[in-house]
């Protein structure tokens, strides 16, 4: 996997002029955004993690084998920030996924230790009306018992209520979990933007 770094905008005038598609990672601050993400990309530290939550302030875009943009959006919910820079970032969220002059798909990440908060239903309800293909990515597996999994992952899909259809991957980066699921998907949707279209009719759960 080529991986390139392209630029990063704090808002959609300063995407990459090349118009490819999108695959953006969106999730609570500390549900181990950035090493996933990481992981997905099969680097080490290409995204910087960090304890303290809300490193990611701008939309970074990474650029993938020529073929799609891969966008880290700054985390939601915990990060100690000024209520004007929080306000800022849901704006930006909101602009980002209403925007239609551009194939993309998204990537929600939950963390499978907690039940979602008003923000991740606020958020999935933006991915639901914007009308993107989206798949719900559970973070940091390794954190909870094998025995108890199944059921949490019950829990996010019904509090969210996430439609059947919808891809559900596991996911830990501790132990290289989901990747592989990750990038079929990717590769599902980027076969239909390549026939009739960029939806998720055409690329259902893997």
Known sequence: MEVTFVTSTPDLRGRPELVLPEFAF?????????SLLNHFLDRRDLARTSGKPGKTR????????????LVDLPGYGFAKVSRTLREAWWRLFQAY???????MAVFHLLDVRHRPTAEDKEVAGWIREAGHPCAI???????VGTTKLAGRYREL?????????????PTSAARGKGRDE?????????????????????????
Do not use: Q
């Not at 990515?137 to 954190?143: L, M, Q, R």
């Not at 899909?157 to 991957?169: C, K, M, Q, R």
């Open 157 to 169: 899909s019904e509090a969210l209520g996430v439609d059947p259809h919808t891809p559900f991957i």
């Open 97 to 103: 996924l209403g925007a239609d002059d551009r194939p």
């Open 137 to 143: 990515a559970a973070t940091k597996i390794d954190k």
């Open 58 to 69: 701008l939309l970074n875009y990474y650029l993938v084998d020529d073929r799609f943009y």
């Open 182 to 206: 990750m990038l079929a998907w990717v590769d599902a949707l980027l076969a239909a933007h390549s026939g009739d279209g960029f939806d998720g009719d055409e690329a259902g759960a893997v």
């Open 26 to 34: 969106l999730g609570r601050s500390n549900c181990g955004k950035s």
